[in-house]
Every structure is written in structure tokens, then in C-alpha cells.
Nanobody
Framework: VQLQASGGGLVQAGGSLRLSCAASGRTFNTATMAWFRQAPEKEREFVTAIRRGSTTTHYADSVKGRFTISRDNVKNMVYLQMNNLKPEDTAVYYC???????????????????WGQGTLVTVSS
């Protein structure tokens, strides 16, 4: 599976951005799709995930109510709508795919075998 993320940029606090992630190749291996982010000098952290077989979505507490993940299984796309952005949201955002839909591990980066190249989101105060 190849993942291509796009949509990052510079935005003022309170603004919005929409990230996109296009999956290609063996897309049947994208049972769970997720977004992670990594700020400078910090570890990569879970942001949100969505499983193919479920409409249930999962969010980190820090983004709950502001970010929305969605997927289009026909187009093999995943989106991250980010509203009311804060300076602490500044990071490189990575989309990731997992072959499994195991609920207990979807917040762990080690559960994802496929990663996109990342797209930079910068939120100015």
C-alpha cells in the first residue's frame, strides 16, 4: 500500500484545514486508517482513526470536537477536517494504514504497517 498525504499548510489559530490521504496498491490492506502527528522534538502521537467496517471513529482527547476523520472506500481516500486549530496542533501529520481492525491497538503506531510521507501543518498564534 502506498499512501500520499496532502493538504497541509500555514493557518492562523482558529482556522481550518482539510488533509487528504490517497491510498493505492493493495488497498484491501487498509482495514484501519489513521492520522498521527509529530511535533518538533516530540514523539509521534495518535490523532484519530477509522475502521473500514465501522462508522465508529476514534479521537485523541486533544482534538475531540475539533477534528473529524472520514473515509471514502470507493475512492480509497481518507480525510481529516481540522477546525478551530490551535498553535499546539502544529506538527507533521502522517496518514497510516493497518491490515487489521483490532480496537485495542488502533491508537498505537506499531499497529500500522503503512505510512504516508507526512504533510506539515503550522498554526500561528
Amino acid at each position: 500500500v502506498q499512501l500520499q498525504a496532502s493538504g497541509g499548510g500555514l493557518v492562523q489559530a482558529g482556522g481550518s484545514l482539510r488533509l487528504s490521504c490517497a491510498a493505492s496498491g493493495r488497498t484491501f490492506n487498509t482495514a484501519t486508517m489513521a492520522w498521527f502527528r509529530q511535533a518538533p522534538e516530540k514523539e509521534r502521537e495518535f490523532v484519530t482513526a477509522i475502521r473500514r467496517g465501522s462508522t465508529t471513529t476514534h479521537y485523541a482527547d486533544s482534538v475531540k470536537g475539533r477534528f473529524t476523520i472520514s473515509r471514502d472506500n470507493v475512492k480509497n481516500m481518507v480525510y481529516l477536517q481540522m477546525n478551530n486549530l490551535k498553535p499546539e496542533d502544529t506538527a507533521v501529520y502522517y496518514c497510516a494504514a493497518s491490515r487489521t481492525e483490532i480496537l485495542s491497538t488502533l491508537r498505537s503506531a506499531t499497529a500500522y504497517g503503512y505510512w504516508g510521507q507526512g504533510t506539515l501543518v503550522t498554526v500561528s498564534s
